[in-house]
């Protein structure tokens, strides 16, 4: 109740902040010069609006009016994660979710591998005619086994049989699912399950010891369905980790398939056992046995022979998503983290030694470090590498080009095999999976920070500026965005870093996010100050001589807060580089950062000094960049 109660105030608040100011705005007698940096002192009201916001958006993303709103939401979301959960191993194996069945991408998958190997035995020179040969046919044998599963006519009937009998378990739960008083549950059922209920607690309950303030149990989210909704998925839930059970041990072996890959099993032991383990031979012959096992551990079946299964299963999912009703908004727009997650059964809310090392042992490791052979931890500091622009061009394009397409991506044949359409080529571009030519590219720990750094400056200055500029020559501006921007700003970096990580990933992403909050608030004030700095008599000056608002911002306003903003970037820079490594050091597989933390557990002092010295010239290097700009963009600065 006391959070619908704030809410309600809060939004009110903005609401109404928002209608004062703008009356304000129309009563108030309007500047003659533009951007008179002496019309953007702000206002209590803009205040309000900012700080509200901020708490409004912290209430929203922390799952706090949800919780006040529909405190039951989380737990009948848990039970929809569950069904979720339960469907997704059989929807893997159809073109629901997926662009095409799990058989037809085995079969490509394998497919290839079968003839990159063959490709490998022919222009190998290590290997003499009689063991291509002999290589050659057990690569023919495995891609035989392929057909023998795929053509329907060898389905076996018990096979098929399992499989309707499986359809028939899945339409029978879709149609008592619908029913209202699915599953069922009798009166005694109900009073242990609400009894189970009320012992578990709620949504965010936290359980203290008396006088000693410690925490014994904090519930994120009940697991136990509190309500009939719940429990209708709940229940669902359960029965279908049992069907996926009973399909997932289901395999399509017929007599022929059995033969066939007993006798080609037998035919490569045979092979090997009297081969050495490293020979050349010896390790193709392995690899091509396990990419029969593979084929005969996979869910492969002839391409009609699920089809009622598919429709059954897409009938069960309509089926629990309508049963979600106004769950689903709920979802959507008051768990803004992407909802409940399953999570197996449960549910969440989202040395010593010598530390100065010799110059030359230094020297040498750095050099060592340099090699894309040797490296650290199998990463070269820095070298460059062969990249297909077809990978580029798969980065850059987005996959649903392909989805987008009329038709449907290619099918395998009774025959194992899969005939590529225009759809499928498509698919292969926006992928990347193809070849053109190879193109230099930079890659290595120090490219690593580099980048990030790089990165991470580049959209704070994007976003900053402009917004320093307004803040500058607004009061609207500089009264709603100063709260956010003082509220965040004194923080240090390192308070942050475990959470954005934690959210974001340890991978570029988090790291680059954090930088960009580092650079952001720097060059905000940084522009803030250099427009409000502005002498007046420079934009009277030039709106004398008739220079319009746009000419007088960008002739007027924004050479003068030029000098600021370059001095800011540079202030930026040396906090990225700091903010970095000690990201680097928290969480990273990449960076000069990671290289220092890992040398450091295993008193790697050589190392150590390697990675100072290197965080040192690229700050150098950033440091001298921007001097040789800001001599060639305010040449007038400092003298008068």
Same mark, same amino acid.
Not at 1 to 15: D, G, H, N
Not at 364 to 381: A, E, H
Not at 621 to 640: A, E, M, N, Q, S
């Given at each position: 109740?006391?959070?619908?109660?704030?809410?309600?105030?809060?939004?009110?608040?903005?609401?109404?902040?928002? +209608?004062?100011?703008?009356?304000?705005?129309?009563?108030?007698?309007?500047?003659?010069?533009?951007?008179?940096?002496?019309?953007?002192?702000?206002?209590?009201?803009?205040?309000?609006?900012?700080?509200?916001? +901020?708490?409004?958006?912290?209430?929203?993303? $922390?799952?706090?009016?949800?919780?006040?709103?529909?405190?039951?939401?989380?737990?009948?979301?848990?039970?929809?994660?569950?069904?979720?959960?339960?469907?997704?191993?059989?929807?893997?194996?159809?073109?629901?979710?997926?662009?095409?069945?799990?058989?037809?991408?085995?079969?490509?998958?394998?497919?290839?591998?079968?003839?990159?190997?063959?490709?490998?035995?022919?222009?190998?020179?290590?290997?003499? $005619?009689?063991?291509?040969?002999?290589?050659?046919?057990?690569?023919?044998?495995?891609?035989?086994?392929?057909?023998?599963?795929?053509?329907?006519?060898?389905?076996?009937?018990?096979?098929? =049989?399992?499989?309707?009998?499986?359809?028939?378990?899945?339409?029978?739960?879709?149609?008592?699912?619908?029913?209202?008083?699915?599953?069922?549950?009798?009166?005694?059922?109900?009073?242990?399950?609400?009894?189970?209920?009320?012992?578990?607690?709620?949504? /965010?309950?936290?359980?203290?010891? !008396?006088?000693?303030?410690?925490?014994?149990?904090?519930?994120?989210?009940?697991?136990?369905?509190?309500?009939?909704?719940? +429990?209708?998925?709940?229940?669902?839930?359960?029965?279908?980790?049992?069907?996926?059970?009973?399909?997932?041990?289901?395999?399509?072996?017929?007599?022929?398939?059995?033969? =066939?890959?007993?006798?080609?099993?037998? &035919?490569?032991?045979?092979?090997?056992?009297?081969?050495?383990?490293?020979?050349?031979?010896?390790?193709?012959?392995?690899?091509?046995?396990?990419?029969?096992?593979?084929?005969?551990?996979?869910?492969?079946?002839?391409?009609?022979?699920?089809?009622?299964?598919?429709?059954?299963?897409?009938?069960?999912?309509?089926?629990?998503? &309508?049963?979600?009703?106004?769950?689903?908004?709920?979802?959507?727009?008051?768990?803004?983290?992407?909802?409940?997650?399953?999570?197996?059964?449960?549910?969440?809310?989202?040395?010593?030694?010598?530390?100065?090392?010799?110059?030359?042992?230094?020297?040498?490791?750095?050099?060592?470090?340099?090699?894309?052979?040797?490296?650290?931890?199998?990463?070269?500091?820095?070298?460059?590498?062969?990249?297909?622009? $077809?990978?580029?061009?798969?980065?850059?394009?987005?996959?649903?080009?392909?989805?987008?397409?009329?038709? &449907?991506?290619?099918?395998?044949?009774?025959?194992?095999?899969?005939?590529?359409?225009?759809?499928?080529?498509?698919?292969?571009?926006?992928?990347?999976?193809?070849?053109?030519?190879?193109?230099?590219?930079?890659?290595?720990?120090?490219?690593?920070?580099?980048?990030?750094?790089?990165?991470?400056?580049?959209?704070?200055?994007?976003?900053?500026?402009?917004?320093?500029?307004?803040?500058?020559?607004?009061?609207?501006?500089?009264?709603?965005?100063?709260?956010?921007?003082?509220?965040?700003?004194?923080?240090?970096?390192?308070?942050?870093?475990?959470?954005?990580?934690?959210?974001?990933?340890?991978?570029?992403?988090?790291?680059?996010?954090?930088?960009?909050?580092?650079?952001?608030?720097? *060059?905000?004030?940084?522009?803030?100050?250099?427009?409000?700095?502005?002498?007046?008599?420079?934009?009277?000056?030039?709106?004398?001589?008739?220079?319009?608002?746009?000419?007088?911002?960008?002739?007027?306003?924004?050479?003068? $807060?030029?000098?600021?903003?370059?001095?800011?970037?540079?202030? !930026?820079?040396?906090?990225?580089?700091?903010?970095?490594?000690? !990201?680097?050091?928290?969480?990273?597989?990449?960076?000069?950062?990671?290289?220092?933390?890992?040398?450091?557990?295993?008193?790697?002092?050589?190392?150590?000094?390697?990675?100072?010295?290197? *965080?040192?010239?690229?700050?150098?290097?950033?440091?001298?960049?921007?001097?040789?700009?800001?001599?060639?963009?305010?040449?007038?600065?400092?003298? /008068?």
């Amino acid at each position: 109740m006391l959070t619908q109660i704030v809410t309600f105030l809060i939004f009110f608040a903005v609401i109404g902040c928002i +209608l004062y100011g703008r009356r304000l705005i129309r009563t108030e007698k309007i500047d003659a010069v533009f951007g008179n940096p002496e019309r953007a002192r702000g206002g209590t009201h803009w205040v309000i609006v900012g700080s509200s916001f +901020l708490l409004l958006v912290w209430l929203y993303y $922390s799952w706090d009016i949800a919780k006040g709103f529909y405190p039951k939401s989380a737990n009948e979301l848990c039970q929809v994660a569950k069904v979720n959960d339960s469907l997704l191993g059989l929807k893997y194996q159809f073109p629901i979710e997926e662009r095409e069945f799990k058989s037809t991408a085995q079969i490509k998958k394998e497919n290839k591998n079968l003839k990159q190997i063959l490709e490998e035995i022919k222009s190998s020179d290590e290997l003499n $005619s009689q063991q291509k040969t002999i290589l050659s046919g057990f690569i023919n044998k495995t891609s035989q086994l392929i057909p023998l599963l795929t053509n329907e006519d060898l389905l076996e009937i018990d096979t098929q =049989k399992k499989i309707d009998e499986i359809t028939g378990k899945i339409n029978l739960l879709t149609e008592n699912f619908q029913k209202p008083n699915y599953p069922f549950e009798t009166e005694q059922e109900y009073k242990d399950r609400q009894k189970a209920v009320g012992e578990e607690g709620g949504w /965010g309950i936290v359980k203290v010891s !008396a006088g000693t303030g410690s925490i014994e149990n904090t519930i994120e989210v009940p697991l136990i369905p509190a309500t009939n909704r719940g +429990l209708k998925f709940h229940t669902a839930a359960q029965e279908l980790n049992l069907i996926s059970d009973e399909f997932f041990k289901l395999r399509n072996h017929n007599p022929q398939f059995k033969d =066939k890959i007993k006798e080609l099993k037998d &035919e490569i032991k045979s092979y090997r056992k009297d081969l050495d383990s490293e020979d050349l031979s010896s390790n193709y012959a392995k690899n091509i046995v396990k990419i029969a096992r593979r084929i005969e551990f996979a869910s492969i079946y002839p391409p009609n022979a699920l089809d009622k299964m598919q429709n059954a299963i897409i009938k069960f999912d309509n089926a629990q998503k &309508e049963a979600q009703g106004g769950l689903r908004f709920i979802d959507i727009f008051l768990f803004p983290a992407g909802t409940i997650v399953a999570s197996g059964p449960s549910c969440s809310e989202q040395g010593s030694g010598r530390w100065l090392p010799k110059p030359s042992d230094t020297f040498n490791k750095f050099v060592l470090m340099l090699k894309p052979s040797v490296g650290y931890k199998d990463i070269p500091l820095l070298w460059i590498d062969m990249v297909d622009v $077809s990978k580029m061009i798969g980065f850059l394009l987005p996959d649903w080009i392909a989805d987008i397409l009329p038709g &449907e991506y290619p099918v395998h044949t009774k025959d194992g095999i899969v005939k590529q359409n225009f759809k499928g080529y498509v698919l292969k571009i926006v992928t990347g999976d193809f070849k053109l030519f190879k193109v230099p590219v930079p890659y290595g720990h120090i490219w690593d920070s580099f980048l990030r750094v790089f990165l991470g400056l580049v959209f704070g200055i994007l976003i900053g500026v402009p917004l320093g500029l307004f803040m500058g020559l607004n009061r609207f501006a500089k009264g709603f965005f100063d709260p956010l921007i003082e509220l965040y700003r004194p923080v240090p970096p390192l308070a942050w870093a475990p959470l954005i990580i934690s959210v974001l990933g340890i991978d570029n992403t988090g790291k680059v996010f954090l930088l960009f909050m580092v650079s952001l608030s720097i *060059m905000i004030i940084s522009a803030r100050a250099g427009a409000s700095g502005t002498q007046l008599s420079k934009i009277h000056a030039a709106h004398s001589l008739g220079a319009s608002k746009k000419q007088i911002l960008r002739y007027v306003i924004f050479p003068n $807060s030029l000098p600021e903003i370059l001095t800011g970037i540079r202030v !930026a820079v040396g906090m990225c580089w700091g903010t970095l490594v000690a !990201a680097e050091f928290l969480a990273g597989t990449t960076g000069i950062g990671f290289v220092e933390n890992v040398a450091k557990k295993y008193f790697q002092y050589e190392v150590i000094w390697i990675t100072i010295f290197i *965080m040192g010239m690229l700050g150098l290097l950033f440091d001298v960049t921007l001097r040789k700009i800001i001599d060639k963009t305010i040449p007038w600065r400092g003298k /008068g």
